[in-house]
């Protein structure tokens, strides 16, 4: 049971502040006067009288301030240390019992405390990594939910140029699949892609697609104009006077293929006597001539949509379905 303890006035001033206050102000009396003569700072007196034995020094010196200011106000000092004595029993009480009951809702709190075992620390473990993996997947669905990005570095912008091929660079996000015009392109681990397009006179439109599994797109268009310069064959007055005509033998190329590509935008590849001519992407309408002295190698990722003449016989397509051709081989044995 928790008890209070409290100092009541009954019938007037009983508590020492008060009989010390009202003697002073009856006989008119300031506290300065008083400290003055007391040799007692005017501070001590103050708390003195208002009952603030914690603003004041230790207990020794607070009965000598009792028993001075007693005889200086003509008051029985004896009287006056034993209700100080009183007064202060009953403060140590209640300090004391508010100490106790501070000790108790400690107590109170420790009981709560959480000890952590090991199956208390599996459970937090499990708890972790299920939401780890919520975040994981959050993570995965969220990036697939956006279009991947996609950054052609190379051209820049729309352009006009001579070559009839061109090199697109570019980059996207790890994962996603790149295509120019409709025609897949290689992306290596950290996104990055490199193409080489071989195009057709005039203009070209090129339309670069980078995808996700979500099938969301990210696309970058791109137009380029192909205008070659006519070429002018000069004839010297020796070749004019001699009548031949004939090229140096070393020069002299003995088989030709043109690929030529229709409907869809193809990956080629081509080596002329095992080194490498062409290898990227043609778009519809284009056309390029490959000639070498003992073969040429033509793969091609569209069958149907690539066409070859090879030494001025048109062949037509190498296929009737987009199969991949890999490795057709002509030679100048070959009679077609």
């Known amino acids: 049971m928790n ?19 009202e003697r002073r102000r009856r006989d008119v009396l300031s506290l300065e006067d008083a400290a003055t003569k007391l040799r007692i700072q005017t501070k001590y007196l103050k708390a003195l009288e208002q009952g603030k034995y914690k603003e004041l020094p230790a207990d020794v010196y607070i009965r000598g301030f009792i028993k001075s200011y007693a005889e200086y106000l003509g008051l029985d000092s004896e009287a006056m240390l034993k209700l100080y004595k009183t007064e202060r029993n009953i403060i140590e009480n209640i300090d004391k ?43 995965q669905i969220s990036g697939l939910s956006a279009a991947p990005k996609l950054l052609v570095k190379e051209p820049l912008s729309d352009i006009t140029i001579a070559e009839d091929s061109i090199i697109i660079i570019g980059e996207t996000k790890a994962g996603a699949d790149v295509t120019i015009n409709g025609q897949n392109v290689y992306v290596d681990a950290e996104g990055n892609f490199k193409e080489s397009v071989a195009l057709q006179e005039g203009l070209n439109n090129l339309r670069i697609v980078s995808s996700n599994r979500l099938n969301k797109e990210n696309i970058v268009e791109r137009k380029i104009m192909v205008e070659r310069a006519e070429e002018v064959a000069v004839i010297s007055d020796t070749d004019e006077d001699s009548g031949e005509d004939e090229k140096p033998a070393d020069v002299i ?76 081989k002509f030679t100048k044995e070959i009679s077609l």
């Open 253 to 328: 190329k003995e088989i030709e293929l043109v690929v030529s590509i229709k409907d869809l935008a193809t990956w080629i590849h081509v080596e002329e006597d095992g080194k490498i001519a062409y290898s990227g992407t043609m778009l519809p309408d284009s056309e390029q001539t490959f000639k070498a002295k003992e073969n040429i190698t033509l793969s091609s990722g569209k069958a149907s949509s690539t066409y070859v003449t090879f030494n001025g016989k048109e062949i037509g397509a190498l296929g009737d379905n987009a199969e991949v051709i890999r490795d057709m």
């Open 97 to 139: 019992k508010n100490n106790e009951a501070g000790a108790d809702e400690v107590k109170e709190f420790r009981k709560f405390r959480i000890v952590v075992t090991p199956k208390l620390a599996k459970i937090a473990l499990t708890i972790l990594i299920i939401a780890g993996l919520i975040f994981y997947l959050w993570y």
């Open 3 to 21: 008890q209070e303890f409290t100092i009541k006035k009954v019938g007037g001033a009983d508590t020492i502040g008060d009989i010390f206050q």
